[in-house]
């Protein structure tokens, strides 16, 4: 192996992760190291292969190309295992899917624990949605989930699941009979990728986002938004599936709004465009809608 090539997996888990820190505590590597051997791989390659935006980190041109082509190599790569697991019969198949965070923790992970699934060999990358189509059209996942569209010529999307949206509160908290104005009034915590979520629910039940929303707090991952609310910190809008310990302890309440219908989103199902679905695969959404 060439010496520069070592620093593949450092360099795909920086990519995926968004981050030089979660691509360390991926690789059970500390951040130094991370930061030390993508300088070393750049220096290799003879150009900048990402951008330092604060905490998060985006790849150039050259690294979202190299990415390609090293999501390329992987379908290829499960394309020849899947063959050899056709004619040995006793290897284990291999399920690889990328979804957001909110839908793979709380919908996608109960069902991949159930015993149909326990031969299978689960690798579950969360991102957004951007990384979900990126994955997927690279052949660096079988299965893809969405939270939207995106407009593309090789990828189809199919609506495979709906939830609730819902604003909650501390579970304390004293919410006028009309909480509109308090709403607005009111200090929000946001977390990674909330934008459409708090847009379809403002949509949906006081006619768009208002001009500014003030925020207390801001999280990577909704389990801490939420921890965060229930600390009397803010309120925030977050999806059903997401809220049944916390309601259950009664951390946290509904806030709802008097003649409103619930709020939904949705989820898609990512897929290339003439590609074989995997009997896997198939399985898991045949079970999806029973949800």
């Given amino acids: 192996m060439h010496a520069g090539t070592k620093y593949l997996p450092t360099f795909i888990a920086a990519i995926e992760t968004g981050s030089f820190l979660r691509a360390a505590e991926t690789l059970h590597i500390t951040p130094s190291t991370v930061s030390y051997q993508i300088k070393q791989f750049e220096t290799w390659m003879g150009a900048a292969l990402f951008e330092r935006t604060g905490r998060k980190v985006l790849p150039t041109a050259l690294g979202e190309q190299l990415f390609a082509i090293c999501g390329q190599f992987m379908g290829e790569l499960n394309a020849l295992q899947a063959a050899a697991q056709g ?23 109960p069902f991949l624990q159930a015993a149909e699934f326990a031969r299978a060999v689960v690798d579950l990358r969360f991102g957004s949605d951007d990384d979900v189509c990126s994955a997927v059209a690279n052949g660096r996942a079988d299965v893809g989930f969405s939270y939207t569209v995106r407009p593309s010529n090789t990828l189809i999307f199919a609506l495979v699941y709906q939830y609730p949206l819902i604003l909650i509160a501390p579970y304390d908290q004293r919410v006028p009979r009309d909480p509109a104005k308090w709403i607005a009034d009111s200090a929000f915590i946001t977390y990674d990728d909330c934008e459409p979520t708090f847009a379809r629910w403002f949509e949906t039940n006081l006619d768009g986002m208002p001009k500014q929303v003030r925020t207390m707090g ?50 898609f199902h990512v897929s290339r465009a003439g590609s074989f679905q995997d009997p896997v695969v198939s399985r898991l959404l045949t079970l999806l809608p029973q949800q």
Wanted: hydrophobic share 35%; net charge positive; aromatic share 2%.
């Fill in 87 to 109: 004619n040995e019969g006793s290897q284990r198949p291999v399920l690889r899917v990328a979804t957001g965070s909110s839908f793979g923790r709380y919908v996608l992970t």
């Fill in 218 to 267: 801001h999280c990577t991952e909704i389990e801490e938004a939420i921890a965060l609310v229930a600390a009397g910190r803010g309120i925030s809008i977050v999806p059903g599936h997401t809220l049944k310990t916390a309601l259950k302890a009664r951390q946290v309440r509904e806030v709802k709004l008097h003649g409103k219908r619930p709020t939904t989103d949705t989820v």
